[in-house]
């Protein structure tokens, strides 16, 4: 186990990409997790429910896997015919998966408000209401050291947003999606449709992970 000091370092902005792939993957696609290189790469780099998007390479993420082992944050176990990756986010921050897909949520896509975050970690975490997504917001900037602050309310907007705090990245107030969006719990029309994106994406790697296994992959 790392210890403390190596636990708690922030982590680079891939990195925090490749642990909030993971923790979205084993949720949202578990028949193909824990994931090959091929498709963590793929996960990092999808274009869908990720702010800011990226372009990476299979050796760029590797560095990154490398680089988060000694922290026990990834683990390596044995696949088939090639290595896999699996996430222990939630062991080595000490939450509950409630918050695990919380952080998640605001590493995949930045600064979110508690309205936003509960329809974006839906996949994740279905929780009941806003008010829980924020009690456990509140968990986890009581933490030492905090896990999530809230940000300061931006001018025109109707809620604050939350971020993370696990990275070296700047925090700044404007991160993330327009502050102007609707952030009410009625689900709009473009969280649909990156919703609906979500779910055609997984069902595609899915079907291309099965393909792959089954030696029918051109």
């Known amino acids: 186990m790392a210890s403390a000091s190596e636990v708690l370092r922030p982590l680079t902005s891939l990195e925090l990409r490749v642990l909030g792939v ?43 896997v490398d680089d988060l082992k000694p922290l026990n944050l990834v683990i390596e176990v044995s696949g088939a015919r090639v290595a896999r990756y699996e996430h222990n986010l939630a062991r080595v921050y000490g939450v509950p998966s409630q918050s695990a897909a919380l952080l998640a949520a605001l590493m995949l896509r930045g600064p ?12 994740l975490h279905r929780f009941a209401d806003t008010g829980s997504v924020e009690a456990f917001l509140d968990e986890l900037a009581a933490m030492n050291p905090p896990r999530v602050r809230r940000l300061e309310r931006a001018p025109g907007a109707r809620e604050a947003r939350w971020a993370h ?3 070296d990245e700047p925090l700044t107030e404007a991160a ?13 029309l473009h969280a649909e449709v990156a919703r609906l994106s979500d779910e055609v994406r997984a069902l595609r790697e899915e079907l291309a992970e099965i393909k792959r296994q089954l030696g029918l992959a051109p």
């Open 22 to 64: 993971l923790v979205e993957k084993q949720r949202t696609v578990p028949d193909t997790y824990p994931l090959s290189l091929n498709a963590l790469a793929a996960g990092c780099s999808q274009k869908t429910a990720r702010h800011p998007v990226m372009d990476v390479t299979e050796a760029q993420v590797l560095e990154a």
């Open 112 to 123: 979110q408000t508690a309205a936003e975050l509960r329809q974006n970690a839906e996949r």
């Open 165 to 167: 705090l696990l990275g």
């Open 176 to 188: 993330g999606a327009p502050a102007n969006l609707p952030t009410d719990d009625a689900p709009g």
